[in-house]
C-alpha cells in the first residue's frame, strides 16, 4: 500500500504516518503545499491520499488538489483530514471527488477507521457532518413541483382525484389533447415513466397536501 499525506502541519503528518503505519500501510509519502502534493502524487501514484484543505493561509486549495488528482487519476481514493465542520465545505469536497471525510478533532480511532473504508472503496463520513450534508442537499434540490404551471397542478389535481382524461377535459372545459399535452410535460418535469407513475405521483401529492 502506498498513502501520500498532504499537510502544512508537522504534528498531523507525524500522527497520520502513525495511524497509516497501524493500518499496515508500508510507504507514506508527505507532502506540505498544494503544489509539492501534486508533484509528489505523480511521483509515486498512491493508491490513496490524506489532504488537508487548507495551506498556510490560502483557504481550501486543498479542493483544487482533489479536483486535479481525480481529472489524472480517478481510481486514486482521497480521503479530507481537516478542521472545518462546515456542511457546506465538507459538500464541496465530496463534490469535488473525496471519498470520505474526518476532522482533525475527532480521535485517531476514528481517523483509522475512515482510512480503512476509503481504502476498501467505500465512503467514510462522520454520522453527524453526513446528517448536516443531507439536509443541506434536501434544502437546496430545487422542488419538482414548482415548475407546474398552474393549469398542470389544477390537471394533477384532478388525476389524483381519479378523473380521466376526457373527465379532466369537459370540468376544465379545454381539449382532451390540452390534458395529454399537459400529462406529457409533468411526467418530464416530475421524472414519471408512464402515466400510471404520474397518478401515482398525483395520489400521493394530493394526500401529502391534505
Given at each position: 500500500?502506498?498513502?501520500?499525506v498532504?499537510?502544512?502541519h508537522?504534528?498531523v503528518?507525524?500522527?497520520?504516518r502513525?495511524?497509516?503505519e497501524?493500518?499496515?500501510?508500508?510507504?507514506?509519502?508527505?507532502a506540505?503545499?498544494?503544489?509539492?502534493?501534486?508533484?509528489s502524487?505523480?511521483?509515486?501514484?498512491?493508491?490513496v491520499?490524506?489532504?488537508d484543505?487548507?495551506?498556510?493561509?490560502?483557504?481550501?486549495?486543498g479542493?483544487e488538489?482533489?479536483r486535479?488528482?481525480?481529472a489524472?487519476?480517478p481510481?486514486?481514493?482521497?480521503?479530507v483530514?481537516?478542521?472545518?465542520?462546515?456542511?457546506?465545505?465538507?459538500a464541496?469536497?465530496?463534490?469535488?471527488?473525496?471519498?470520505?471525510?474526518?476532522?482533525?478533532?475527532t480521535?485517531?480511532?476514528?481517523?483509522y477507521?475512515?482510512?480503512?473504508?476509503?481504502q476498501a472503496?467505500?465512503s467514510?463520513?462522520d454520522p453527524?457532518?453526513?446528517a448536516?450534508?443531507?439536509?443541506?442537499?434536501?434544502?437546496?434540490?430545487?422542488?419538482p413541483f414548482?415548475?407546474?404551471?398552474?393549469r398542470?397542478?389544477q390537471?394533477?389535481?384532478l388525476?389524483?382525484?381519479?378523473?380521466s382524461h376526457?373527465?379532466?377535459?369537459e370540468?376544465?372545459a379545454?381539449?382532451y389533447?390540452?390534458?395529454a399535452?399537459?400529462c406529457?410535460?409533468?411526467?418530464?418535469?416530475?421524472g414519471a415513466?408512464?402515466?400510471?407513475?404520474?397518478?401515482?405521483?398525483?395520489v400521493?401529492?394530493?394526500e401529502?397536501?391534505?
Open positions: 500500500m502506498n498513502v501520500l498532504v499537510d502544512d508537522p504534528i503528518l507525524q500522527g497520520c502513525r495511524v497509516l497501524d493500518a499496515g500501510v508500508e510507504a507514506v509519502h508527505e506540505t503545499g498544494v503544489v509539492a502534493g501534486y508533484r502524487f505523480h511521483r509515486h501514484r498512491p493508491a491520499v490524506v489532504a484543505l487548507t495551506f498556510q493561509g490560502n483557504t481550501l486549495s479542493l488538489l482533489i486535479r488528482i481525480r489524472v487519476a481510481e486514486t481514493r482521497i480521503l483530514f481537516s478542521m472545518h465542520d462546515d456542511p457546506v465545505i465538507v464541496r469536497a465530496l463534490e469535488s471527488g473525496a471519498m470520505g471525510y474526518v476532522l482533525k478533532d480521535a485517531s480511532g476514528d481517523l477507521r475512515a482510512f480503512e473504508r476509503v472503496g467505500e467514510y463520513l453527524a457532518l453526513a448536516e450534508v443531507a439536509l443541506l442537499r434536501a434544502a437546496s434540490r430545487p422542488d414548482a415548475a407546474l404551471t398552474a398542470e397542478r390537471i394533477l389535481a388525476l389524483g382525484a381519479g378523473r376526457g373527465a379532466i377535459a370540468e376544465l379545454v381539449s389533447k390540452t390534458v399535452n399537459a406529457s410535460q409533468m411526467r418530464h418535469k416530475l415513466r408512464s402515466l400510471a407513475d404520474l397518478i401515482r405521483i398525483a400521493r401529492e394530493g401529502r397536501a391534505r
